[in-house]
């Protein structure tokens, strides 16, 4: 899917995020729990928590900017967020973890992707003037594999 040049920080994160969400989602009785637990506090930590931010924070006050946000998309991709949050936190403080908690996660993971890069961002690229799409890809996160 062809993206703005200033999105491609977040389209990036994004591909990060997929590879963590198929790996989530294949969890089975071999997938060590204690490696799933460090890779997701890593992702989250490195990247997931930043990328969060980079959308809440900079994105979308941008995008409320040139266009009403109370539409149910934006409800639904913040609901992920929080959704997203929470299962980071149980999978954090859990004692005893259960495999589907790391499917189900994948699963969340996979559609707020889509959801996002399907949905959202066209509607930012479509609402944002370029060159205040550039100043906010500024203010991004680096992503923590590749440093773009």
Request: aromatic fraction near 8%.
């Amino acid at each position: 899917m062809k993206r703005h040049e200033a999105l491609h920080p977040l389209s990036h994160h994004h591909h990060h995020t997929l590879v963590m969400a198929q790996q989530l989602k294949n969890a089975d009785e071999k997938a060590s729990i204690q490696e799933m637990t460090r890779d997701v506090i890593k992702f989250w930590k490195n990247d997931g928590e930043d990328h969060f931010r980079d959308e809440e924070e900079v994105l979308l006050p941008l995008f409320a900017q040139y266009q009403e946000i109370d539409i149910p998309e934006i409800r639904e991709m913040l609901m992920q967020h929080v959704q997203i949050r929470s299962y980071v936190q149980q999978i954090r403080s859990m004692q005893r973890k259960d495999r589907q908690i790391f499917r189900d996660l994948g699963e969340l993971l996979q559609k707020h992707v889509r959801l996002e890069e399907r949905v959202i961002f066209p509607m930012i690229e479509q609402a944002i003037p370029e060159n205040y799409l550039y100043q906010a890809n500024g203010r991004f996160h680096r992503d923590s594999y590749s440093g773009f």
